[in-house]
């Protein structure tokens, strides 16, 4: 039947790139292009060539690609604009928009196999993980051109019968869409999908780190039909690449994910220049909280509360609840058997292998990464924090050419630790105690950060009350995961502004225009 068939598609595709890269991999490395009017496009003569390494083998590298010059910013940026202006997409009918669309969503699904294990060779993340993540840009795609036929202006005249006010929702424009290398195809789902369905045209900058993703996401638009010019790719430095596209007179808006130091600089650049909309999505230090009434053994056993503990893609991810607090009535239980929970965890040094799945994970992406994950542990030890368990890089046979950090656990961490405060991006879980639920309150609050935040009990109505209290802009009870694209997810204070997902993350690509007659 059709089912089985496309199971063996799936499995045809994923043999086909393990074979390819097992056969082959001695042969030099592909390299990856800019993106630019439906075109695969070299960057300018003299490029610096940058090699991304196996995060599981850092003596293989994964591609290579040429860093952008200024001038290679230019012209995406112009293909962009050419397009938006011409009306090429933006005049499309929506039904025709989405026609396109929906192509692209399916070869998506053709190719998904491939996609996966090229994400799992650029990031170092466990198989499984991997292939969940490349349908979520799909479904962004279809919830949003879903959004697109349904967002409709007004026409009023209650306020004064012998005037007629028409309010209309216009694309914004040209959209430049920056985005990390943690989630790299879920999060340019989250910003291309709304942007394309609004009826804008896109220059995104996808991470070095993850490139050979992000080119193949692009060649399905490509081959669905899109417009040349509505979507373009460019690769390279984040201050050159990023701060031309956040600084240019001819974009309209930015989307950014990523450090909140970073976010700050798009948003001076983009005030600076012709004061573009910005849509932030920032840096987190979230609050795990576990309340007086949990069933410790459940939470524990949880995979999803592990995963929140910092173990999703080892701790590589903004949301994760790395600021654990325990009521001190069942802290020595709970922090006891989250130790051994943590020692039980598979770190796997051949990820692709997904063993143990959902308990397992696999490496740090980069070097600098890394070097910071390792640097920061270090300084919880000289703070004073308690070590229960990890801190250490781990070996695979017998040699230390991959980047994995074995599952770590402080307690007695205080606020004034760096530990505490600063993002850490890695499996490092910060553990402290609270007297009762408004000190636990406060010391989630107690933060420059408030993009998420967890709680585990038993009484939902005690935890949904919590969850009113808490200054984060995504809150779980009893679960954690990645927001669905009709969840809003940003964050409070210094995680950013603005929303991603939902009809309010979709409205992020409109301006409003109001014609009175």
Known sequence: ????????????????????????????????????????????????????????????VVYELGFSSLADVDAAIAAARTAFDAGVWSNMATKDRNAILSRACNLIRERAPAIAAALCAE????????????????????????????????????WNPAQTTLILNEPVGVVGCIIPWNYPIMLLGQKIAPALCAGCTVVAKPSEFTASTAIMIAHCFRDAGLPAGVLNMVFGGGPEVGGRISSSMHIDMVSFTGSTATAKLVMQSAAQSNMKKVALEA????????????????????????????????????????????????????????TQAFRNFHVLTHPASGEGFPFCTGAITFRGQFDKIMELIESGKSQGATLACGGERLVADGKDQGLFVAPT?????????????????????????????????????????????????????????????????????????????????????????????????????????????
């Open 409 to 517: 656990i402080f307690t007695n961490v205080t606020p004034e630790m760096r530990i505490y405060k600063e993002e850490i991006f890695g499996p490092v879980m910060c553990c402290s105690s609270y007297k009762d639920i408004d000190e636990a309150v406060r010391l989630a609050n107690a933060t420059e950060f408030g993009l998420a935040a967890m709680i585990w009990g038993t009484d939902v109505g005690q935890a949904l009350n919590v969850a009113k209290r808490l200054q984060a802009g995504f809150v779980a009870i009893n679960g954690f995961g990645a927001p669905g694209p009709h969840q809003p997810f940003g964050g409070y204070k210094q995680s950013g502004l603005g929303r991603e997902n939902g009809r309010v993350g979709f409205m992020e690509y409109f301006e409003t225009k109001t014609i009175s007659f």
């Open 283 to 338: 840096g987190g230090k979230s609050a795990n909280i576990i309340m007086p009434d949990a069933n410790i053994d459940a939470v524990v056993g949880n995979p999803f509360f592990l995963l929140s503990c910092a173990l999703l893609h080892s701790g590589q991810v903004c949301a994760v609840g790395s600021r654990l607090f325990v009521h001190e009535s069942i802290k020595d239980e709970f922090f006891a058997k989250l």
């Open 1 to 60: 039947n059709a089912e089985y068939m496309g199971y063996q598609r799936r499995v045809f595709f994923f043999f086909f790139f393990f074979f390819w890269s097992t056969f082959f991999g001695g042969m030099s490395a592909p390299r990856i292009l800019n993106f630019i009017n439906n075109q695969d496009v070299a960057p300018a003569a003299g490029a610096v060539t940058f090699q991304h390494r196996n995060p599981a083998n850092q003596s293989e």
């Open 123 to 158: 990031t170092g993340r466990v198989m499984p993980l991997c292939g969940l993540e490349v349908p979520q840009i799909t479904e962004s795609l279809e919830y949003n051109m879903a959004l697109a036929l349904t967002t409709n202006g007004e026409c009023n005249t209650t």
